[in-house]
């Protein structure tokens, strides 16, 4: 089954030629991030405009790099929610203009979704697992039961893990998307400051990292204020560190506690060397499997959103009504 996948959620404007939920034939992905760095985080509208002017250049390059036509696809994929409105609508309206010009099913598929199937595109796993979805949007312990059908164990009170790894990078002066600048700047310094973990009281597979960026700014503030010296070195291992072991501590806790014996990491945060690093030795103690996506499937693409649609598929769900519409959240 040939699938062509388009995502324009965020700030990348990608499609991509998927066969079987496993091969990718093609992986396009027009990145902006130069053009919203200079704003120190992506702009909804400037996101829009660009992903307008991308969008038809981005598929057809997709389908001629995996050399094959738009009439050699058995379905279309588009990621529908969640996202910017904006961002979104451009992928879900150009996705069904094709749909609808060359009769093909299309499939609205979650962004969430998308991110968990970047794992089946590079290893042999099959639920149940457990899976820690990090990104910019989301951070959430799954239990994933079946390929349509996942238990929120554990999620974010506030902030999402890469809005609090940007957000940090914000306050130590680092560019846009703050992730990779903060782990870079970790590898050089040492975890030398106790930032307090906030604990989330009743439901202890839960997270809370506001409390985390507040305390970094705290502390930089101070630094500053008095004029004493300051390792931002330091600073980004210690939250770093700090962060990761909130998300390694809870996602062995949910593997403790249901028994399940693989463990995938997910999203743009699970490109983190750091959290991959941890992860792995808990799973080595525990003898737990663990998987996370290549680099270039960690971040937002659209071989991701292709294979999505095909486990959609082989699990039965139908393709969506002309009338399909993006959404800015949908429920996990
Ligand atoms: O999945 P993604 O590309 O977009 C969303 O769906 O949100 O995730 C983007 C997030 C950003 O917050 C970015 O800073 C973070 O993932 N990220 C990282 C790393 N690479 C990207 N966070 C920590 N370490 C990284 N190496
Ligand atoms: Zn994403």
Same mark, same amino acid.
């Given at each position: 089954m040939l699938i062509l996948g388009i995502e324009s959620s965020c700030d990348e404007t990608a499609a991509a030629v998927v066969k #079987?939920? +496993?091969? =990718? /034939?093609s992986d396009v992905i027009a990145s902006q991030i130069d053009i919203h760095r200079r704003f120190g985080g992506v702009v909804p509208e400037i996101a829009s405009r660009n992903h307008t002017l991308q969008i038809a250049g981005v598929v057809n390059e997709a389908l001629t790099r995996a050399n /094959? +036509?738009? %009439?050699?696809?058995d379905a279309i994929a588009v990621t529908?929610? %969640?996202? /910017?409105l904006g961002a979104l609508l451009v992928g879900v309206s150009y996705a069904k203009a094709l749909a609808y010009g060359a009769k093909k099913p299309l499939y609205a598929v979650s962004h969430i979704k998308g991110h968990i199937a970047a794992n089946y595109l590079a290893h042999d796993i099959t639920p149940p697992y457990i899976c820690l979805l990090v990104s910019g949007g989301h951070s959430a312990i799954l +239990?994933?039961? #079946?390929?349509?059908n996942f238990k929120l164990l554990g999620t974010t009170r506030d902030d999402a893990a890469g809005e609090a790894f940007d957000k940090t990078a914000r306050i130590l002066g /680092?560019?846009?998307?703050?992730g990779p600048e903060i782990e870079r700047l970790a590898a050089t310094g040492k975890p030398t400051i106790t930032f307090s973990r906030p604990s989330v009281k009743d439901k202890d597979l839960d997270f809370s990292f506001s409390g985390l960026k507040t305390a970094v700014m705290n502390y930089v503030e101070n630094a500053r204020a008095r004029n004493t010296s300051m390792n931002p070195a330091d600073v980004a291992a210690s939250f770093q560190k700090t962060a990761v072991d909130m998300l390694v501590e809870n996602t062995f806790k949910a593997v403790r506690r249901t028994g399940l014996k693989t463990v995938a990491i997910a999203g743009g =945060?699970?490109?983190n060397a750091y959290l991959r690093a941890e992860a792995e030795k808990v799973a080595y103690e525990i003898g737990a499997r663990l998987v996370y996506p290549p680099l270039r499937l960690?971040? #937002?693409?659209a071989a991701m959103i292709a294979a999505a649609a095909y486990y959609m598929s082989i699990s039965g769900v139908a393709p969506a009504a002309l009338d399909l519409d993006a959404s800015a959240s949908i429920p996990l």
């Open positions: #079987d939920g +496993k091969t =990718v /034939l /094959l +036509k738009l %009439a050699d696809m529908c929610g %969640a996202g /910017l +239990k994933i039961d #079946d390929y349509e /680092l560019p846009y998307p703050g =945060v699970s490109a960690c971040t #937002d693409n």
